[in-house]
């Protein structure tokens, strides 16, 4: 809004001039969506206080009864800092904006179902697993398709570390697609059991696609890395400077011990957010490896089911695999920093990636 309003000024006063480039966007969309979180988040809490928004805690698992009634649908937070923050700051006639900020709303509003279902029967089932996947497949199918609609799209994948190996998929790419969006939204759900555990890693992979968007939509910079040149992508470097900015200010009331907490409507609809960025700026199997916390979160829980009902027996104490060393007896804050330290180190690996070919 503000990009369209202000950059035909930069024809009369040259001060505006600023306004078209994207960098300059990017960090006014970060601390836009970080000033928002600030100021929204309080009143934010004591509404969800005052209507009795409070977090079921189950029964079975490790002791987490301190919880019990910390506010949920912090998400909300997160959503709304980033959404104005984007139609502030991006070019809204990008395709790709539309696309992943739909996405992410649209998963938002199905988280929102499942945490309102959940405060309202005070049960931690919310909706069937069913119903979540069948509308999370269908709104990722569509940005599936958006993106093989894009006239310079091919569908052949970047593989890390692999310079001159680009298999072509054909049409399984938007199966694949939809895969990787579906997957990444289940991942984060699933790592978002304690305190801070999720938002940081996912401040961290947003920060990193920050710089993927960046340079896919900059024709120089993906030459000279040898990586696919997504025009308009770059846009997509604003989205995630909001992400980062909003999260920012969403880990100021979520760090330990926590006054609000993610909830479904903010875990499903950031998940979402980074499978959509990966599939429109190209790196898809990249976001396997920044994305690694939620990769072996998700892993964790699938190895233990199956084990389970082929043996009788458990791989982990406790899935997702942050329980399984509460179990072991580490501290919530210990669990979380070094989660974050690991995000950290996968997202330099997979930023190594694009260079060390």
Known sequence: MLYHLLVPLADTFTLFNVFRYITFRTAAATLTALFLSFVVGPPLIRRLQALSAGQPIREI???HAHKE?????????????????VLLWADLTN?????????TLGYGVLGFIDDY???RKQDSAGITARTKIFWQTLLALGVGILITQDPNFDSQLQVPFFKNFTPDIGWLYVPLAAFIIVAASNGVNLTDGLDGLAIGPVMIAGATFLILAYTA?????????????????????????????????????????????????????????????????????????VGGVFVVETLSVMIQVAWFKLTGERVFLMAPIHHHFEKLGWAEQKIVVRFWIISIILSLVALSSLKLR
């Open 95 to 103: 395709r790709a904006i539309w696309s992943v900020l739909i996405l």
């Open 117 to 119: 279902q959940k405060v």
């Open 61 to 63: 698992g490790p002791d």
């Open 69 to 85: 009634g910390t506010p949920t649908m912090g998400g909300l937070l997160i959503l709304l800092s980033l959404g104005i923050s």
């Open 217 to 289: 939509g900059h024709a120089g910079l993906a030459d000279y890395l040898a990586v696919k040149n997504v025009p308009g992508s770059g846009q997509l470097a604003i989205f995630c400077g909001a992400l980062v900015g909003g999260s920012l200010g969403f880990l100021w009331f979520n760090t330990y011990p926590a006054q609000l907490f993610m909830g479904d409507v903010g875990a499903l609809a950031l998940g979402g957010a980074l499978g959509a960025i990966a599939v429109h700026v190209r790196q898809e199997i990249l976001l396997g490896v």
